[in-house]
């Protein structure tokens, strides 16, 4: 039985020594995390958001890529510590309240400062993905606010 004990041990200390080591390292397999369609109240048009996270990661941002079907938007919003963006296939359009929209396209990295109210999404001919990363503060990421009207989606 001794024999036997002691490669249980030896057994469980590879076991736990592994564990302990990958846990400094977690991997979220591909097609592992949800995908969501983009909810009414705070996206315009055909949107789905693949989250992007692994092990604690989601404590310190919200992570996804974002497909948006042509003329699909988010609404107005703002990031208590910022956002990233940087748009991996398509064209589309952000803009900041009170400014013209700019364009986007596949390549692009954009950076919209904490608190700065703004929206963004596919241009009218086009479809669009970003990779969109929102930084935690106080448990959130993101301050929806009102949907993008038609008049200021079309507005140049």
């Known amino acids: ?53 692994a092990g604690d990661s989601g404590q310190h941002a919200g992570v996804g890529i974002v497909t948006f079907m042509p003329g699909a938007r988010t609404a107005w919003h703002t990031h208590p510590v910022g956002q990233l963006l940087i748009v991996t296939d398509g064209r589309g359009w952000v803009q900041e309240d009170g400014q013209p929209r700019r364009e986007i396209k596949a390549g692009d990295v954009v950076w919209i400062e904490a608190g700065v109210k703004h929206w963004h999404g596919a241009a009218k001919d086009s479809r669009m993905n970003h990779l969109a990363i929102a930084y935690m503060q106080g448990g959130r990421n993101a301050d929806w606010k009102e949907l993008v009207t038609d008049e200021q989606y079309n507005a140049r």
Do not use: R, W, Y
């Open 1 to 53: 039985m001794k024999p036997l004990a002691a490669v249980a041990l030896s057994l469980a200390l590879v076991v736990f020594g592994a564990c302990a080591h990958a846990e400094g390292i977690q991997i979220a397999p591909a097609g592992s995390t949800p995908t969501l369609i983009g909810g009414v109240d705070n996206f315009s048009g055909q949107v789905a958001v693949d989250i992007k996270a």
